[in-house]
């Protein structure tokens, strides 16, 4: 069951707008959130923050973890007192010790669509919907399907293999090449990149791998430049209908520039490619954990969507999102200075006790089952969050009908990319039948 927070509850949390200081701080040691064990298997860590309280500080940082729900739901209610852009992300330094590191000198610092505050963000997603309608998105399901029913019958005949590899993490991809209106052999390339930006969030980069994925940032910022160019020029009468032709008409009608356009390009690769990819393996790997679910779900399709959502809930893809503060504030009892930086926690508060009933349980009969915190929350909620239910849907629909008995490998269990920000497995083997 889900029960209600936030303004449904007045007076849970003090109003800290007008008083900052009112209890001492709960902290934890920043590094532990980095930790091996933590990577892997983050809940026991989550439950701890919020054992101690709604809003958590990182020793040693200007950072803070918000760890419930219905901190969480004020902390996006205040775009004025936290802002959604990314200048600094956390990071495990050289020598071990947590620290921010500052995006905007390295010149990646993001403002478009999931980054972007008020103004520009409205204006941004009220020109990407019309792509994204509902209409449009049902259209998507034939091609969704025919690549998604050959990458398992790939693992069919095989007897088997990594689920990652031949569709957890092409599906998507797939899917992002046509939402652009790329080349079918763009493919790779948009695999790649799309699976770039845990790495460039996930906080044990050390100062190579930086280097190496700012190049790549950079070759996918030129590649995404150019095929946006050629769409400029091509007359608005003689455009498509993709999300890069209607950013051109955006840039054509003086509404967003076109560092702006290519900005929200490559911000969408990570956003319906990674995310995406990390639904489809967590799912699977979840569904094989629950004993007799493949079955119960081969027999009764109509519960995969419910299945999906709780996919969502308890293995949300992205584990926080980031918010800076703008002024002195507080948050939930705790004082907060302009600079500092807040952590959402959406897959901690997607097992809040205070919100859900039998949190860390699996459950197909939730009333309310779409209201977690996966796809976030407020004016930032996934704009392609329907493209990634049907995504989620399609693959799992496709490889049960497909099989008769689905197991995990024993001798490769599944892993996690080691990220403090995304939940998305390496590789997930699997045995077919």
């Known amino acids: 069951m889900y029960r209600p927070t936030g303004h449904h509850h007045p007076g849970r949390y003090p109003d800290t707008q007008a008083t900052c200081i009112l209890e001492p701080m709960p902290s934890i040691d920043a590094s532990d959130i980095f930790s091996p064990s933590a990577m892997e298997d983050p809940y026991p860590l989550y439950a701890r923050m919020r054992a101690l309280g709604p809003v958590c500080g990182l020793d040693g940082t200007r950072a803070f973890f918000v760890a419930r729900h219905a901190a969480i739901e004020e902390a996006v209610r205040r775009p004025e007192d936290f802002s959604s852009r990314l200048s600094g992300v956390l990071v495990c330094g050289d020598d071990g010790s947590p620290r921010i590191f500052d995006l905007g000198a390295s010149g990646i610092a993001s403002d478009v669509i999931a980054t972007a505050d008020a103004p520009d963000h409205a204006v941004q997603r009220r020109l990407l919907m019309p792509p994204l309608k509902a209409t449009r998105i049902a259209a998507m399901e034939e091609g969704i399907r025919g690549f998604a029913s050959e990458r398992v019958a790939q693992l069919l005949r095989a007897g088997g293999g990594d689920w990652c590899d031949t569709v957890a993490e092409a599906l998507p991809a797939y899917v992002v090449m046509n939402l652009l209106g790329l080349d079918d052999g763009a493919l790779d390339a948009v695999r790649r990149w799309a699976m770039m930006g845990g790495d460039l969030l996930g906080g044990r980069v050390n100062a ?149 009933e039998s949190a860390e349980t699996l459950r197909l009969d939730r009333a309310h089952g779409q209201r977690h915190l996966g796809f976030g929350h407020g004016i930032h909620f996934c704009i392609g969050a329907p493209i990634a239910r049907l995504e989620a849907r399609v693959a799992l629909e496709e490889l049960l009908r497909q099989t008769r008995c689905i197991a995990l490998e024993p001798e490769r269990p599944p892993k996690y990319v080691p990220s403090i920000f995304i939940r998305r497995l390496e590789h997930l083997q699997l045995r077919l039948s």
């Open 208 to 356: 190579a791998q930086m280097d190496t994925l700012l190049q790549e940032t950079t070759a996918m910022g030129a590649f995404l430049g150019a095929h946006f160019g050629r769409r400029l020029a091509v007359p608005a009468a003689r455009r498509g209908t993709t999300l890069t032709d209607t950013l051109a008409g955006g840039v054509e009608a003086c509404l967003i520039s076109p560092e702006q356009a290519i900005g929200i390009l490559m911000i969408l690769f990570g956003a319906a490619g990674e995310s995406t990819a990390s639904l489809l393996g967590c799912a699977v790997s979840l569904m094989l954990r629950t004993p007799g679910l493949q079955d119960r779900l081969r027999a009764e399709p109509r519960l995969i969507d419910a299945f999906v959502e709780e996919a969502v809930r308890l293995e949300t893809p992205f584990k926080f999102h980031y918010r800076i503060v703008t002024r002195e504030t507080g948050l939930c009892g705790t004082a907060l200075r302009a600079g500092d930086r807040l952590l959402l926690g959406w897959a901690s508060a997607n097992r809040d006790a205070e919100t859900w």
